[in-house]
């Protein structure tokens, strides 16, 4: 950005190599060290489909299922299997019914998913533990209060002693479309790249969440043109790289001299 051009305000630039591991440590130090909060946060993701300002939420659970072990050669069967228990869990997971709570801002509602079952000792016993985790995505009416009472409610269907642990917890958020954030940065976009661009708020949750919490209005801006994330001959488009880099610089100008 050319020097001077940035008259009103200041800008910080945050690098965080513990975004993958979800601890967000970087972010978390950054909003600890500072006097006050940004009032604002772009998060930089790939992609340049829209400006995505708003998540749903997440509620990650452990939970555990006890069993009886024995032999699995006993004539009499007395075994209680735990994974039995959690395939049960799962199976009602398979297809959950969620309470009549809409979301206009979220139309596709919550979501709730086994992400792991673990358990047993060899082929010759009744496993008398199964653990399972479980991923539950939010939304603003969904919330974490109300995903933890439905969820205690399946588990006990199947099984009254199962232990339920909360792991971690981050709520929906949405920033309005009015917003000078989202505002700068919806413009911003449609003069780099040419053509017009919208908000909207998507599925999966990301450090905005974290940021909302703390009272930080948060988007994640149009990013380079990529493939195969995550995946093998994972690419990104060099030539998008100019556009991205022209939407930075005029939607900070535009955020920062809005009043």
């Excluded at 975004?19 to 946060?41: C, I, K, N, Q, S």
């Excluded at 009499?76 to 709570?101: C, I, M, Q, S, Y």
């Excluded at 060899?122 to 009416?141: E, K, N, Q, W």
Aim: charged letters at 20%.
């Amino acid at each position: 950005m050319r020097e001077g051009a940035v008259r009103r305000g200041g800008i910080d630039l945050l690098l965080d190599a513990d975004e993958h591991t979800g601890r967000f440590g970087g972010v978390r130090a950054y909003l600890d060290a500072v006097g006050r909060p940004p009032d604002a946060a772009s998060l930089g993701y790939p992609g340049n489909a829209g400006v995505v300002a708003g998540s749903r939420g997440f509620l990650r659970a452990r939970l555990r299922f006890a069993g009886v072990a024995v032999h699995s050669g006993d004539a009499e069967r007395r075994g209680v299997n735990a994974l039995t228990k959690a395939a049960a869990f799962a199976l009602k997971l398979a297809e959950p019914v969620f309470p009549d709570a809409r979301d206009a801002a979220f139309p596709f509602g919550p979501a709730a998913t086994v992400t792991r079952i673990e358990g047993g000792e060899g082929f010759s016993v009744v496993p008398d533990l199964a653990v399972c985790h479980v991923d539950i995505r939010l939304t603003r009416a969904f919330d974490a209060a109300e995903a933890t009472r439905w969820l205690e409610d399946i588990v006990r269907a199947v099984d009254a002693e199962a232990g339920v642990e909360i792991v971690d917890s981050w709520p929906a958020y949405v920033v309005p479309h009015d917003h000078r954030l989202v505002q700068s940065f919806t413009q911003a976009a449609g003069l780099a790249f040419g053509r017009p661009f919208a908000a909207d708020v998507s599925g999966p949750s990301n450090i905005g969440n974290l940021l909302a919490a703390r009272g930080v209005a948060t988007v994640c801006a149009p990013g380079v043109s990529f493939g195969n994330m995550h995946a093998a001959d994972e690419w990104a488009d060099i030539a998008s790289i100019g556009p991205v880099y022209a939407m930075y610089c005029d939607a900070a100008r535009s955020f920062l001299s809005r009043p």
